[in-house]
Structures are given as structure tokens and as C-alpha cells.
């Protein structure tokens, strides 16, 4: 972390004001919805200061609002981290364990006269906080005595009062340039079951006033967050300081993670999700680690775009190429090989046996030479990629064509003598092809070369399985604005392509459900475990071979 900016102010300030405690850095996800690749640049930078200073990490639930938070969430940000390789241990905490200290943190500031109950309406807080170039107005609840601010937020405690009739406020300046710190909103009333604690409260603290609480109980030392919380962090160091906390944490922030053509606010992720837009929150064209993970990504090609991105200062957008070439880079040395048919179009090799069957020795593409190589079998009729060959073909197309040759990947030389059309559509339905017995892979019993080397597999021993072709989620490269409501026209309608019936050489038979293989041309692809069934196979292409970012 040499080049980490946010890492040589802490060493700075460390320099000068050492804490004394350990390092201790946190992650407090709010589980109303599932972590996505920002989530994880925010983790590994909580993550990684933790273990270059020796110290611990955290990992908090942010769950005082019952009205968005569920289990189902909770369980899946533990999985997920975990996964991702930035595993807490035993320390993983819950903010509605903090409920009762947080309450008599409230009741602290109250009785030092620096908090009030406050009944006026959301419509008429709006109204009285002011703009950006206009000041606030006291609210007239401010002057509450003590004891009368005491017995209504005990009262609020008891469930006496409606949802959103009354609030708890710190009182801190209506007129401060600082629109968060005007007197802002720290407990407000909600009836509803939480998920922990059912019903043993129907008052919930703010995150910006239990925050900083939670840190200081748990012996946090910066509080690291993301550039919109900037604005908060006077707030943050008001409430530590109001409640007398000795060495408080610090807050201190980094740039947020954007990527191009990829949404990743939570708030359109759930639009996308509950307007049916994808598959569930672990659709694989989502940038959610669940979608991510459903795709077939890899934890290391993760940790390792972060790795790559570096420290960010402000708000930055990173061309989505850079993950896709981290997890080609990850990919190519563990992932075994196949042939597959995607589009298959059917050949018939006359002057080969009809019951005539081989099988043929074919090394994996991989520079890991422990995947070694394979037996494929091959036999008379075989079926090619459709767009391997073409009747007409422009100048440069390598593959095969009418009174062409081409090599059969690990096998031998084919020419193709005739094309068979469905003589209703004209669509070719069959070629008919010839080999050359002295141009088997690996005899070197001829020195003829051709241009092109085209994949195949064996009609009568191809595995078959859907396959599922994905592309960019949105139409638009940058990240989605705030413009609500519009995702039928913003979603790419070919950002997923379902491909049945395509076929794959039979090793596909062992690929194991988290074995990532590449097939020739296509790219590298991974069982969709849950759409397979016993009946029906489904593949999921993690990402092309193409490496646009590479190219650069």
C-alpha cells in the first residue's frame, strides 16, 4: 500500500497523534440488499489498513431500520465477504446489540441540554432546514426544557406516540454552512419487527448518531468511508466529542468506485431487481458479488482489479475492461479447456468409416502445464461452429468454405465438397466434407499448411447444455443517473442471449460445479448451478476472450 494516499495520511497522523490501542478499521453494511464490486473496493480498503498495521477488522450490520433489513441479506454479506477473501473471524457485530447504550448516549446528550424532541412534520423540517444558500430557522420545539425532553423521549422509548410524529434532534447550529449539522434527525419512531430484536423497540437511531457509538464501543480507530460521507464526518466528531469519548475514532474517506455502463447504487439495483428487470439480486449481469459469483468470477480476480485501481481520491469512473482483463488474467492458468459448438452446423465426412471411432490426444490452452492433455473422440460425423464456414466468405476469412480447407483442431484436414440446403428456407443444413488421413495432428506426416484451425465435436458423443451469452447491462457507458423509471429503455435487450441446445466435447461430463473451462474462440464459461437441473445443463460464458483493455 506504498501508493496509497488515504494510507500515508494515516501514517502522518499516526506519526504525531498515536492511538493507544491496535489498529482497528470496520465494514458496516446496512443488510437491505446485497453487496456489490463498490462494496468490495470499500471492504479491501477497511481490509487491507487493518492487516498493514497489524490490527483487526470488523464487520457490523448496520440494522436499526426493521422497515428494509432481513435475514436473508444479513446471511449473504457474511457469505460474501467471506468469499471474497476478507474473512472478519469472530468478529462480526450487530448494531441492534448496541440499542441499549446507544439509548443512554441519547439520554446524555439530552440532560447536557444538546438534543430535544421535536414535533413538527418531515414537510416542515424541509421547510425550516434551509438551503444551501439560505439559513436554517430554530425549530419551535428547540427550547424544550430538559426534563420535559426526558419525559417525551421516554414516552417515544414506550411506544406511546404514532410513526413519525415526533423525532429526537441534536442540537447543534440552524445556521451552520454545513446542511448536516443543522440540527439533524438521531432517533426517530418506527413500529415495526425487526429481524433480531422483534419488538423490544420502536424508537431507532440514526446511522450518523449510532454510528460513531458503535465504533467507539467496539475500539475503532478510523471509521475509513466513501467520499459522500465527507459532509458527515463534523457530525460524527460533534457526537464523540458531546458524549466525552477518550481517544476517539477518526473518519476519514476515500474516492467512490464507478464503473462504466454498470450500475452499482443500491437504490437502482433494487429498482432493476423488484421491476423484474434481471433475475434476482444474483443475476449474473448484475454487479452484485452474488451475480458476480453466479457468473463465474473468481475472488483473486476480484481482490486483484482493486489491486490494480490503486488508491482513489475522489469521485472516479473505471472502464469495466479492467475487470473483465484481471479475470482473463486469473482465468488462464487454472482454467482446463474444451471444445463447444455454440451454433452448431452439421458435417458428414464421406471418405471416413461410418462406424469408424478415434480418439485423439488435444493439449488444453493454458500456460499451466499441469492441466496436461485429453482424449476427444472423433468419428464421421461431426458438427462445426455455423459461422466457421461460409459459402461466399470476404477477403481474409481464414475458415472453413466451398472447395476449402481447414484443420480440425487436434484432428486433421477437412475439405468441403458440397453444401446441403433446406430446399424450402435455403438455409445450409449439412456439409459434406473429406479429410486427409496424412494430416492428423501431431504425425507431422504432411508439410501442407492451411490458414485456419476451427473447433469440433463428435455428433454421436456431444454433451448438450444451454448456454447463456451475456453482454453490458445497460445501453449507456456511464453509470446511471438519477433518472428513475426508465430502465426499459436503458437495459441492453442483448445483454443476455440464451443459446439452447449448444454442443460440447464429452469432458464436459467432469467439469465440476466450480471448474471454470475455456472453450476455443469462445471464451471461458462456468456451470450455472442454479438453473441446471438433472435434466437440463446450463453454462454461463464468464467472459469472451477478446481483451479490449489489453489492447490498450
Same mark, same amino acid.
Given at each position: ?303 486483484? *482489479?482493486?489491486?490494480? #485501481?490503486?488508491?482513489? $481520491?475522489?469521485?472516479?469512473?473505471? %472502464?469495466?475492461?479492467?475487470?473483465? =482483463?484481471? /479475470? ?49 473422440? *472423433?468419428?464421421?460425423? #461431426?458438427?462445426?461452429? $455455423?459461422?466457421?464456414?461460409?459459402? %461466399?466468405?470476404?477477403?481474409?476469412? =481464414?475458415? /472453413? ?71 453490458? /447491462? ?79
Amino acid at each position: 500500500m506504498d501508493d496509497n494516499a488515504l494510507y500515508k495520511l494515516i501514517c502522518d497522523e499516526l506519526e504525531t497523534n498515536e492511538f493507544n490501542r491496535e489498529m482497528c478499521t470496520r465494514f458496516p453494511p446496512e443488510p437491505n440488499g446485497f453487496l456489490h464490486i463498490g462494496s468490495a473496493y470499500a471492504i479491501h480498503t477497511n481490509y487491507m489498513m487493518a492487516k498493514e498495521f497489524n490490527g483487526t477488522f470488523h464487520l457490523r450490520l448496520d440494522d436499526t431500520n426493521p422497515l428494509k433489513e432481513d435475514i436473508t441479506y444479513v446471511n449473504a454479506i457474511i457469505e460474501d465477504i467471506k468469499w471474497l477473501g476478507y474473512d472478519p473471524g469472530e468478529h462480526i457485530y450487530y448494531g441492534s446489540d448496541y440499542s441499549e447504550e446507544i439509548y443512554q448516549a441519547a439520554i446524555t446528550l439530552i440532560k447536557r441540554g444538546k438534543a430535544y424532541v421535536c414535533d413538527l412534520s418531515p414537510e416542515e423540517m424541509r421547510d425550516y432546514r434551509g438551503t444551501l444558500t439560505e439559513p436554517g430557522k430554530n425549530s419551535p420545539y428547540r427550547e424544550r426544557s430538559i426534563e420535559e425532553n426526558l419525559e417525551l423521549f421516554r414516552n417515544m422509548k414506550k411506544g406511546i406516540y404514532p410513526n413519525a410524529s415526533k423525532v429526537l434532534r441534536a442540537k447543534i447550529d440552524m445556521h451552520s454552512p454545513n446542511l448536516t449539522l443543522r440540527d439533524p434527525v438521531i432517533y426517530r419512531i418506527i413500529h415495526a419487527t425487526h429481524y433480531r430484536t422483534g419488538h423490544a423497540w420502536c424508537i431507532y437511531p440514526m446511522y450518523d448518531f449510532a454510528h460513531p457509538i458503535q465504533d467507539a464501543m467496539e475500539g475503532i480507530t478510523y471509521s475509513l468511508c466513501s467520499l459522500e460521507f465527507r459532509d458527515h464526518r463534523p457530525l460524527y466528531e460533534w457526537v464523540l466529542h458531546e458524549l466525552e469519548v477518550p481517544e476517539p475514532p477518526r473518519q476519514r474517506e476515500f474516492g467512490r468506485l464507478n464503473l462504466t455502463g454498470v450500475v452499482t447504487s443500491k437504490r437502482f439495483l433494487r429498482q432493476l431487481v423488484e421491476g423484474g428487470f434481471v433475475d434476482g439480486w444474483d443475476d449474473p449481469r448484475l454487479p452484485t458479488i452474488q451475480g458476480l459469483r453466479r457468473r463465474g468470477f473468481t475472488p483473486s480476480s476480484i481482490r486483484n *482489479f482493486i489491486d490494480e #485501481i490503486g488508491s482513489i $481520491r475522489s469521485y472516479s469512473t473505471v %472502464d469495466i475492461s479492467l475487470l473483465d =482483463h484481471c /479475470l482473463r488474467q486469473d482465468l488462464k492458468d487454472q482454467s482446463v479447456s474444451l471444445m463447444a459448438v455454440i451454433q452448431p452446423l452439421k458435417v458428414v465426412i464421406t471418405n471416413y468409416p461410418e462406424d469408424g471411432l478415434e480418439w485423439l490426444s488435444i493439449e488444453n490452452n493454458t500456460q499451466n502445464e499441469s492441466l496436461g492433455k485429453r482424449e476427444v473422440p *472423433f468419428t464421421r460425423t #461431426i458438427y462445426i461452429e $455455423r459461422d466457421d464456414f461460409m459459402e %461466399d466468405p470476404p477477403k481474409g476469412f =481464414h475458415r /472453413l468454405t466451398l472447395h476449402g480447407e481447414v484443420r480440425l483442431k487436434g484432428a486433421y484436414f477437412i475439405r468441403c465438397e458440397e453444401v446441403v440446403k433446406d430446399p424450402v428456407t435455403g438455409d445450409i443444413t449439412e456439409l459434406r466434407c473429406t479429410y486427409d488421413p496424412l494430416t492428423k495432428s501431431g504425425t507431422g506426416f504432411t508439410d501442407r499448411k492451411v490458414k485456419g484451425t476451427i473447433q469440433w465435436v463428435s455428433a454421436d458423443h456431444a454433451v448438450t447444455a444451454d448456454v447463456h451469452l451475456y453482454d453490458r /447491462l445497460l445501453l449507456e457507458q456511464e453509470e446511471a443517473s438519477d433518472d428513475e423509471g426508465d430502465w426499459a429503455h436503458r437495459v441492453n435487450p442483448a445483454s443476455l442471449v440464451a443459446v439452447q441446445d449448444a454442443l460440447f466435447e464429452p469432458s464436459m461430463k467432469h467439469i465440476q460445479p466450480d471448474q471454470k473451462f475455456q472453450c476455443f474462440r469462445h471464451g471461458y464459461f462456468h456451470v450455472d448451478s442454479k438453473n441446471t437441473t438433472v435434466d437440463r445443463l446450463v453454462v454461463n460464458r464468464i467472459v469472451p476472450l477478446k481483451d479490449s483493455w489489453n489492447k490498450r
